[in-house]
């Protein structure tokens, strides 16, 4: 049973355009969430947080938005640029340890 | 160097080998943590350990040992595995036992197990 899923494997956009990722949560615990981005043959790099006590946090391109009673978030990167593509994860936690929904490949086109 | 560092970024073993996966961190952090990502599968949180100890085994098959010598290394034993097992493995370290915090990834395993 996945506490946190990214029901959308895939995102194709125009290189200028706005993305947007989503992901959804089951557990009411989770006071505390992040994005995490991806390049083959790397490892995951953080890239913006929120906490449960916010519903927006923005960083230069990257916005993410937390709607606690749908128990949903998403991330919005404006403008969209081909350096973005990549895999994106988004993650809880519930004080201890992160879980991770399946990923998100962004795919941005010039 | 800085950062998480994986060796060997690749291995290739079969069923009855022994081998060891190495992590080190140059960050300063004192928890650090294994994760399994199989093909189309969010990343699987394996083990993790604060200030050398062992807080969490996620219900992880005895086949993989993990050591954590001192905060800033980290190992895992491998025998006997299956090919199922074959996936990246990934190292993470942060400051705290994951409590809200970010975590910082090494660049995987690829491990194939024939």
């Known amino acids: 049973d996945q506490q946190v899923k990214q029901n959308s494997p895939s995102l194709s956009v125009q290189e200028g355009r706005i993305s947007i990722l989503n992901c959804d949560y089951t557990?009411?615990?989770?006071?505390?969430f992040l994005w995490y981005k991806k390049y083959p043959a790397e490892g995951p790099t953080f890239l913006i947080s929120?906490?449960?006590?916010?519903d927006k946090n923005e960083d230069g391109r990257f916005t993410v938005f937390l709607n606690k009673s749908a128990k949903h978030l998403s991330l919005h990167i404006v403008p969209s640029q081909p350096g973005d593509s990549a895999v994106y994860f988004c993650?809880?936690?519930?004080?201890?340890?992160?879980?991770f929904g399946g990923g998100t490949r962004l795919m941005v086109k010039p | 160097e800085t950062g998480v560092t994986q060796t060997p970024r690749h291995l290739v073993m079969g069923m009855t080998n022994k081998k060891s996966l190495k992590c080190e961190q140059h960050?300063?952090?004192?928890?650090m943590y294994w994760y399994k990502q199989s093909a189309k599968k969010p990343l699987e949180l394996m083990f993790v350990y604060n200030f050398k100890e062992q807080t969490e085994n996620n219900s992880v098959p005895s086949r993989f040992s993990p050591e954590c010598p001192n905060s800033s290394h980290l190992f895992l034993h491998l025998h006997t595995l299956q090919p199922e097992d074959s996936a990246l493995y990934l190292c993470?370290?942060?400051?705290?036992?994951?409590?809200?915090?970010?975590?910082?990834f090494g660049p995987g395993t690829r491990l194939t197990v024939l």
């Open positions: 993470a370290s942060s400051h705290d036992r994951g409590g809200g915090g970010e975590q910082f």
């Open positions: 960050l300063g952090h004192n928890a």
């Open positions: 557990n009411s615990m989770f006071d505390y």
């Open positions: 929120i906490s449960s006590i916010k």
């Open positions: 993650a809880a936690s519930a004080g201890n340890m992160l879980t």
